[in-house]
Nanobody, 115 residues
Framework: QVQLVESGGGLVQAGGSLRLSCSAS????????MAWYRQAPGKQRESVAL???????NYINSVRGRFTISRDNAKNTVYLQMNNLKPEDTAVYYC?????????WGQGTQVTVSS
C-alpha cells in the first residue's frame, strides 16, 4: 500500500513562508503526477499545484507567483514552497499522487496564516 505523509504545516504571519513536504513510501518516479490540494473550513477541496512526471507544473491563479511545487525523485519527496502567504491560504493541505489507475492521498497538514 502506497503511503503519502505530509509535513511542514504550521502557524505563520501574513507575508511569511512555509515549505510543505510530501514523502512517499515508494519511488515517486513511477507516479504520473503529484499534486497539492487544500481544503478550507466550509469549502470544497481544491487543487493548488501539480507536477507531472516530466516536471511540468501548473498552479491555480491565486497562488501563481507565490507557490512553487517541486519534486526530488532521489528522496521520494514532493515539496510546496509557499511565499508571501495570505490569510486566505489558511487550509488543510493534502498531497495527492496518481500511480497507474490509482490515486493516493496523504492525511493532510494544517496551514494557518494570521493577519
Amino acid at each position: 500500500q502506497v503511503q503519502l505523509v505530509e509535513s511542514g504545516g504550521g502557524l505563520v504571519q501574513a507575508g511569511g513562508s512555509l515549505r510543505l513536504s510530501c514523502s512517499a513510501s515508494t519511488t515517486i518516479f513511477s507516479f504520473n503526477a503529484m499534486a497539492w490540494y487544500r481544503q478550507a473550513p466550509g469549502k470544497q477541496r481544491e487543487s493548488v499545484a501539480l507536477i507531472t512526471g516530466s516536471g511540468s507544473t501548473n498552479y491555480i491563479n491565486s497562488v501563481r507567483g507565490r507557490f512553487t511545487i517541486s519534486r526530488d525523485n532521489a528522496k521520494n519527496t514532493v515539496y510546496l514552497q509557499m511565499n508571501n502567504l495570505k490569510p486566505e491560504d489558511t487550509a488543510v493541505y493534502y498531497c495527492r499522487g496518481e500511480l497507474g489507475l490509482n490515486t493516493y492521498w496523504g492525511q493532510g497538514t494544517q496551514v494557518t496564516v494570521s493577519s
